[in-house]
T-cell receptor, first 115, second 113 residues
Framework: DTAVSQTPKYLVTQMGNDKSIKCEQN?????MYWYKQDSKKFLKIMFS???????INETVPNRFSPKSPDKAHLNLHINSLELGDSAVYFC??????????????FGPGTRLLVL | QKEVEQNSGPLSVPEGAIASLNCTYS??????FFWYRQYSGKSPELIMF????GDKEDGRFTAQLNKASQYVSLLIRDSQPSDSATYLC?????????????FGKGTKLSVIP
């Protein structure tokens, strides 16, 4: 009965590789997000999608490209991985279009280590 | 640059005491305020939210909001070792269709048995 799930849970890869992280929510929510939590535990939003449409795109390198095939899924593809991309990536979702009172529910995180 | 500030801690309290966690925010237009708890190696989970000035109580947790001072706090009464975690303050910012959560860097709480 996982509400927000992510795969893989752990990802270890070499610099320069391309990798994808998948996220799925079964809550019937309209809005999904990607966050990055760095080694100092600072959690920062990267992207937000509402019903498959990009609505927030923070200052993130072009190597990061989100894709939403439907409103229950939001994937993150990363090209040409760099050492600084090592972090925990969290997917989250909320009910309405990121409304001011909507609670966000987080997935378990994907721990990415770039060697 | 909109900011959410928290004391990174660690904050150590003895079991049974009251833990007080504080947060200030820079955007006077911020509307909603959330406290998330994050255990080591786990994802953030919502503890409380508050929208109006004053206090909001839920079990052992009380959130306090003072919009004039741009200050929000979380009190944990009768602290338990299981409360040991990092507490993240988050503020909703933005406008219609593009609201987003801005997080503070978190306060690490340690409850000593």
């Amino acid at each position: 009965d996982t509400a927000v799930s992510q795969t893989p849970k752990y990802l270890v890869t070499q610099m320069g590789n391309d990798k994808s992280i998948k996220c799925e929510q079964n809550l019937g929510h309209d809005t999904m997000y990607w966050y990055k939590q760095d080694s100092k535990k600072f959690l920062k939003i990267m992207f937000s999608y509402n019903n498959k449409e990009l609505i927030i795109n923070e200052t993130v390198p072009n190597r990061f490209s989100p894709k939403s095939p439907d409103k229950a899924h939001l994937n993150l593809h990363i090209n040409s991985l760099e050492l600084g991309d090592s972090a925990v990536y969290f997917c989250a979702s909320s009910k309405l279009a990121g409304g001011p009172r909507e609670t966000q529910y987080f997935g378990p995180g994907t721990r990415l280590l770039v060697l | 640059q909109k900011e959410v500030e928290q004391n990174s801690g660690p904050l150590s309290v003895p079991e049974g005491a009251i833990a007080s966690l504080n947060c200030t925010y820079s955007d006077r237009g911020s509307q909603s305020f959330f406290w998330y708890r994050q255990y080591s190696g786990k994802s953030p989970e919502l503890i409380m939210f508050i929208y109006s000035n004053g206090d909001k109580e839920d079990g052992r947790f009380t959130a306090q909001l003072n919009k004039a001072s741009q200050y929000v706090s979380l009190l944990i009464r009768d602290s338990q070792p299981s409360d040991s975690a990092t507490y993240l303050c988050a503020v909703i910012e933005g406008g219609a269709g593009s609201y987003q959560l801005t997080f503070g860097k978190g306060t690490k709480l340690s409850v000593i048995p």
